[in-house]
């Protein structure tokens, strides 16, 4: 894939960002009895206060979910309810995974119009037939009558991998087991996939706070900084693509610096066993490092907040000492079509605060 | 730390009707941005990134149908941000593109904004049942019309206002080649009889339907420096939110507004708007909303809105043009048209306005708002580079 | 706690979709069982043919026929087909290269079992019986055997170019459009206050909630105090009578609403309440409502909101008394 344009190369970035807080839901499956804006509320508290936010008090807030997902338009007008919008609040709303949302909000600090942003993302997959749901991304002219659903076409990007020599079932297994529990991978959903392939899929919501330079610096003792962030997408059409590539991925990852130097640990958006697969092979990561510690998006896919949870829990492990470089990855569309990869430090002990870059 | 100067170095729009049957929804936003290219005298490899805007997907029935067109946007291998703040939201797409060249994240920007209606139903699209929730018993006029008579009641504002901006700005659209409704011929008389249908709003009063897409090139000074024509260039942007419904909401001039409005000027230098600004393109989806946003926006005193209306200072030819491309009342593809704003301001100060051209517009505001009046974005550009 | 409510909600739409040139050739070629795909600068046939090339974003329009057979070049075996889905009974998804292009369709295979299929299969195109112009009247794929054609079922494995040929596009009749019909059934969840709020409209009390933080009451409640941003769980009854603080005359008959025009949609301002919500006012002649009647609702035995609020009677309410309720 060829990087986009001629004045395509990457600008130095004028500001030193940092993610200072996270905060997740845990459902388990459906969120039940709960609105989207009572599910998103303990945890927009919980993100606030760890950064010592008032509700309210963020320069620019910016949030990531989907009409298609709640079944309702507008669905993002409700949740503005739990934000505390008044005095009214500079704030901004991508149809997509929140990890955009993140990266709008990333763009507003380095703009210097805001020091500090609130980031969140929420879904409730529970409300409606996902498999089905996501058809309604595809071509509509050529695909999405045919309803092709989740499941199969990621089983049809897994086949192409077993056919490609990059896996095979039994690796997939390995996989799927690695959330620590044993369960068998289970019947095929769509084969090659079984049940144990596919991701957890649940109701959720994530905050993330971001903010700059000092100001990260007195908001958490070890703030995850954002040496780099950076996505790309392909051409949606399966039979366009490579399928057992993610070249978008790849691309990513180079513009954000990813390949600079080694990571410790990765956050990688693969709802599927086989995605890691394509994700670590454009990735480069190997064994060494710790790919998906909080057990990824396969162990828990609150579709919308997965990616968004991935940059969080990445940050997360920054914050508490157990990573120093983490790569951070989130995914949109059928088959891995658009990556965003992002690069986060902590600062070592030695590296005076005035040198963080 | 400086930003980068934003510049508008390309615009272009689909002509819009009711319904553009012959092309997909990739041939109309192509349409669009192919004109903004041709303007900016791009191509397609010239441009870093796209910025999607529309608003609810199920006007077309295609979820996040910005992976879809990647392709058609020359978007393969490149960054795709979708923005989606209602009927704000073409307004935000153009913040949102301006902001990622002011940050030197990227050079230049493409920003794109659509609604194809036809494929549904914006009544549908609007008002899908939520169970348990009391319908709305009165379409999507009748949740602004109340708002209007509040306005009525509190400037005692005559009730002939509100035709005066429509005739102004149907006739407005008559110099716009790009505008849905076309309507030759119209006279205040006909706009005065047409069917009240939400009293106090009539037929006439009210925005059409369309489909449509807008484009906008955005690029640092290196592009500007390059650009054939003349730029416009970004002086502020802002966007401002507020809840849907809350104790002390102010529907007829939301807090949201007004503070957007303060941000925008305060970035721009502006602390006038009604002498410095020369042209105004403001989202008007009911007439009633000039006055009520002319006050909003600071060009009028609380309560005097309705007075710069009738004394035809908004008139192209008059002290403070709002709406010389006819508006939204005149074009509405919902999710294009606050880009269409935006766009329309930024080719008043380029000098590129064609027949609605105001004449040596130097400033002009773009202006956009949607959901329960909640959601507000806003910027001024100028035919100079901002010199702070 | 009350019980917790969920409803179905069904979003469901014919969508009309109008079709560009390069689409409309391919589907009515579709229609008369030939197939086409669009070349690009390079040379590449595309199958499905793009209206614009995926790699320099410029518009294509030369058009190619390809045949109707061709190679899996990835599979995915379903054993539970789903709504909308091609086939009914258990088949693969397929991406096939057909010959003479150089890129994959998506489609599905009829096989007997997962045994049957693999990648590097041949296969062909089964047409569907009625074709209308769209990527279904390929009913599906069928395994092929070039040494064994049986010619069956129209399946016209050796009739199509085995190399691209050059084709005008032009049919009589083009399909210009398409109806997709779309159906996604969900589950409405309004959340815990709503469930609240709804029940006790059940008693025919109105309540809302009153923020900790702030001290105002918002009806319906949400859970959450809209401008503090924190729970809010104190539940307060409010009205029954109310303020008219606006209205608007609706003339226009809303399409499913079984109201006689014209009538009055108002906003209400329930005592006890800090902002109105809405409803219809009955029970006066809708040209003599106005700002600030006093009002109160009227419930009739099956439905779960007011159906309409009537003139209390009372003298009407001041402007001052509401107009920060505006």
């Known amino acids: 894939m060829k990087p986009g344009g001629a004045g395509g190369a990457r600008r130095t970035a004028p500001r030193d960002v940092a993610i200072v807080a996270f905060a997740r839901s845990d459902h388990r499956g459906a969120a039940e009895g709960l609105s989207e804006t009572e599910m998103l509320l303990p945890v927009l508290h919980a993100a606030l206060e760890q950064a010592g936010l008032a509700p309210g008090e963020a320069d620019f807030t910016c949030s990531g979910s989907s009409d298609y997902l709640a079944g309702r338009p507008f669905s993002f007008t409700q949740t503005l309810d739990g934000v505390g919008a008044w005095p009214p609040v500079a704030e901004s709303h991508v149809e997509a995974d929140g990890a955009w949302a993140l990266f709008e909000a990333w763009v507003k600090i380095l703009t210097g119009r805001a020091d500090t942003a609130l980031v969140y993302a929420h879904g409730k997959p529970s409300a409606g037939p996902l498999r089905d749901v996501l058809t309604r991304q595809l071509d509509p002219y050529y695909v999405a009558p045919l309803w092709p659903d989740s499941v199969s076409l990621a089983a049809l990007q897994a086949q192409a991998l077993i056919d490609a020599g990059h896996t095979d079932e039994e690796a997939l297994a390995v996989l799927a087991r690695r959330g620590g529990d044993d369960a068998p991978a289970g019947e095929y959903v769509v084969r090659p996939l079984r049940a144990g392939d596919c991701p957890a899929v649940t109701d959720g919501a994530a905050a993330v706070v971001l903010a700059a330079a000092d100001t990260a610096r007195r908001m958490c003792a070890r703030p995850a900084w954002i040496r780099g962030i950076d996505h790309r997408i392909e051409a949606q059409a399966l039979g366009l693509r490579d399928l057992t590539d993610s070249p978008s991925t790849r691309l990513a990852a180079e513009r954000a610096g990813a390949f600079r130097a080694p990571v410790d640990t990765a956050e990688l958006h693969a709802p599927f066993t086989s995605q890691e697969v394509v994700l670590r092979r454009a990735l480069r990561l190997d064994d060494t490092v710790a790919v998906n510690p909080s057990g990824g998006a396969h162990a828990a896919d609150p579709v919308m907040a997965t990616g968004l949870i991935r940059l969080g829990e990445a940050a997360a492990r920054i914050h508490r000492g157990a990573s120093d470089r983490a790569l951070a990855h989130a995914t949109s569309g059928p088959c891995l079509q658009h990556n965003l990869v992002a690069v986060l430090e902590g600062e070592t002990e030695g590296e005076t605060k005035g040198e963080a870059r | 730390m400086s930003k980068e100067p934003v510049a508008v170095v390309g615009i272009g729009q689909t002509k819009h009707a009711a319904a553009r049957r012959d092309v997909s929804l990739a041939g109309l936003v192509r349409e669009a941005a192919v004109r903004a290219l041709e303007d900016a005298g791009l191509s397609w490899a010239d441009t870093d990134a796209v910025v999607v805007g529309k608003a609810p997907d199920f006007f077309e029935g295609v979820m996040m149908p910005e992976l879809y067109l990647a392709d058609a946007l020359g978007a393969v291998g490149k960054p795709v941000l979708r923005v989606h703040t209602a009927g704000s939201v073409g307004g935000s797409t153009a913040l949102v593109a301006a902001d990622l060249v002011a940050a030197r994240v990227h050079r230049t920007v493409l920003a794109v904004a659509f609604e194809k209606q036809s494929e549904s139903n914006a009544m549908w699209g609007l008002s899908l049942p939520v169970p348990f929730q009391q319908p709305l018993l009165a379409g999507a006029g009748g949740f602004f019309a109340p708002h209007v008579r509040a306005y009525m009641r509190r400037s005692g504002a005559p009730a002939a206002v509100g035709s005066l901006v429509a005739y102004k700005d149907r006739r407005n659209a008559l110099k716009n080649p790009w505008a849905h409704l076309h309507e030759h011929g119209l006279t205040l008389e006909r706009v005065q009889s047409s069917p009240m249908l939400w009293d106090p709003v009539r037929y006439s009063e009210t925005c059409p339907s369309s489909d449509g897409a807008c484009a906008m090139v955005l690029t640092d000074r290196t592009g500007a420096a390059r650009a054939p024509h003349p730029p416009a260039w970004v002086h502020g942007g802002a966007m401002r939110s507020e809840p849907t419904l809350f104790a002390g909401k102010d529907f007829v001039s939301p807090r949201a507004g007004r503070d957007c409005a303060a941000e925008v000027y305060r970035q721009a230098g502006v602390t006038d708007p009604r002498r410095e600004i020369d042209a105004a393109e403001l989202y008007v989806p009911f007439s009633w909303y000039e006055p009520m946003w002319l006050e909003n926006l600071g060009f009028a005193a609380e309560g005097e809105g309705w007075k710069l209306t009738a004394s035809g200072a908004t008139e192209l030819d008059g002290e403070l043009p709002v709406n010389p491309s006819g508006g939204v009342l005149s074009t509405n593809p919902i999710g294009a048209s606050g880009l269409i704003r935006f766009a329309e301001a930024a080719l008043q100060v380029r000098g590129r306005a064609g027949e609605h051209q105001v004449d040596g517009a130097r400033k002009a505001l773009g202006h956009a708002y949607g959901g329960g009046a909640q959601f507000f974005s806003m910027w001024v550009v100028g035919h100079e580079p901002p010199t702070t | ?326």
């Open chain 3, 1 to 326: 706690m009350p019980e917790i409510l969920t409803a179905p909600l069904t979003v469901s739409f014919p969508f009309t979709r109008s079709l560009g040139p390069v689409q409309s050739a391919f589907l009515t070629g579709l229609r008369e069982r030939t197939v086409l795909g669009v070349r690009t600068r390079d040379g590449r046939i595309l199958v499905p043919p793009v209206e614009y090339d995926p790699v320099t974003a410029e518009e294509i329009r030369d058009l190619a026929e390809v045949a109707p057979t061709g190679t899996v070049t990835t599979w995915a075996w379903n054993p539970a087909p789903r709504p909308g889905q091609p086939l009914r009974t258990p088949f693969a998804w397929v991406l096939v290269r057909l010959d003479g292009a150089d890129t994959a369709l998506l489609h599905v295979l009829d096989a007997p079992g997962p045994h049957a299929v693999r990648t590097g299969m041949r296969v062909r195109i089964r047409w569907a019986p009625e074709r209308t112009g769209a990527i279904t009247d390929i009913g599906c794929f069928e395994p092929y055997d070039p040494h064994e054609d049986d010619g069956g079922d129209g399946g016209d494995g050796g009739d199509g170019p085995r190399t691209p040929a050059p084709h005008h596009g032009t049919f009589d009749d083009p399909v210009t459009g398409i109806v997709a019909p779309a159906r996604l059934d969900y589950t409405y969840t309004p959340g815990r206050a709503q469930s609240r709020h709804l029940a006790a409209l059940a008693g025919r009390r109105i309540t809302g909630e009153r923020c900790p933080s702030c001290s105002k009451v918002h009806v319906p409640p949400r859970g959450a105090c809209p401008t503090c941003g924190v729970a809010a769980t104190e539940q307060v009854e409010v009205g029954p009578r109310g303020t008219v603080t606006t209205f608007c005359i609706v003339n226009i008959k809303a399409k499913g609403a079984g109201i006689e025009v014209p009538y009055v949609y108002a906003h209400i301002a329930l005592d006890g309440a800090d902002l109105a919500l809405h409803g219809r006012i009955g029970g006066i002649p809708y040209d003599e409502v106005r700002m600030g009647l006093r009002v109160e609702p009227v419930w009739t035995a099956d439905g779960r909101h007011p159906d309409h609020y009537r003139p209390t009677g009372e003298p009407d309410a001041a402007y001052d008394t509401y107009k920060e309720l505006l």
